[in-house]
């Protein structure tokens, strides 16, 4: 069981994970072995609620495939274990992320007092700006 907040967890199943080569720099150690992580979550399969897996499907990710896959692939570090929490951090936080219900905002105007401050402040600072010119004897 992956535990992703107080109401959110995934089962094993839904999560499918493979030991893969990494890329890039690292000499023989890059070429031997199999450090990195390639994580595919599977959303339309997976044991979240329909909403959650159409916030998710929704999201506008481009790890997520047209089938409906998450991908991602771990590799920052030279350790499996170490890839392999990287990506289960990776997979919690945009699952948080996309899961987030934001709140609406409520449109406000200013009062009429704030606005008559504002204006009064204004006058003022262009009467000092108006006392900074050239003084004629």
């Known amino acids: 069981m992956i535990f992703i907040s107080n109401n959110i967890s995934l089962s094993d199943s839904d999560v499918e994970i493979s030991a ?5 720099a690292g000499g023989q150690n890059v070429n031997k072995v199999s450090s990195a992580i390639h994580l595919r979550f599977d959303i339309k399969a997976s044991s979240l609620s329909d909403s959650q897996k ?5 999201s506008k990710d481009s790890r997520i495939t047209k089938d409906g ?19 289960f951090e990776r997979l919690k936080a945009f699952i948080v992320q996309a ?13 009429k007092s704030a606005k008559r ?17 050239k003084v004629d004897f």
């Not at 893969?20 to 890039?24: F, H």
């Open 117 to 133: 401050k504002r204006v009064d402040q204004k006058t003022q600072r262009g009467k000092l700006k108006a006392l900074r010119g």
């Open 69 to 87: 896959i998450f991908v991602l692939k771990a590799q920052q570090y030279r350790t499996q274990e170490r890839n392999k929490i990287d990506a």
């Open 20 to 24: 893969i080569r990494a890329q890039g």
């Open 99 to 111: 899961t987030q219900v934001t709140k609406v905002r409520k449109p406000t105007k200013p009062s």
């Open 54 to 58: 159409q916030r998710l499907l929704d």
